[in-house]
């Protein structure tokens, strides 16, 4: 008898369900299958009020008790009777090891799940009408919509060519010489202009003459 039942069995006589819950699943997800951890996990979970976990792991087990029938058959309702849901709701450990471990029964029963042929849960047929989530454009509004997009490229082609014209004036050293030439004579200009205004004030350049008192 592995040593994980008698921990189990101390902490039921402690009234830790879970805790003996806990180290039973633990050992089956770890080891597998043993028929009286089996056992006494389906007992646990029936103690605890859950008849389908219960099921789940007696299914493993011998259905010789009415408290097993029963909880076998709300585990298998529960899957909604459709034997493919049955063999994914069962322990994964124990639904992949070797079906020879097993007692007969179980055997037998894991055999009725996978022969071919078994009439499967009807289901819905799937709604696959879908709606339209946009409007149909017409031809008129794909016409104006063309026709604003050449006009937007059309005024930045226009603005670009502007401004490549504008840059190439500047580059041309013949105009750039020219602009030079005519600062010059402005400044040139400016200068005869403000000589002949100190020839024709002399006074404004006389420096005041001072006396003093003898």
Known sequence: MPPVIERAHEDLAHGELWRARERLEGYVGSVGYHRQVIDLLGEVCWRMGDVPAAGRYWFFALADSDERRIAIETFVRQCKGDPLQVLA???????????????????????????????RAPRKPANRERRPTS???????????????????????????LGLAELMRDVDPAKRASRHHAVSDLALSARAWWSSRDEATPFLRREPSITFAM
């Open 89 to 119: 709701g069962l322990p994964r450990r124990l639904r992949n090891s070797r079906w020879h471990k097993y007692p007969v029964e179980v055997q037998q029963r894991l055999g009725r799940l996978t022969q071919p042929g078994l009439e």
């Open 135 to 161: 409007r149909p454009r017409s031809k008129a509004a794909d016409g104006i919509a063309f026709v604003i997009v050449i006009g937007v490229a059309l005024f930045f082609l226009y603005c670009f060519s």
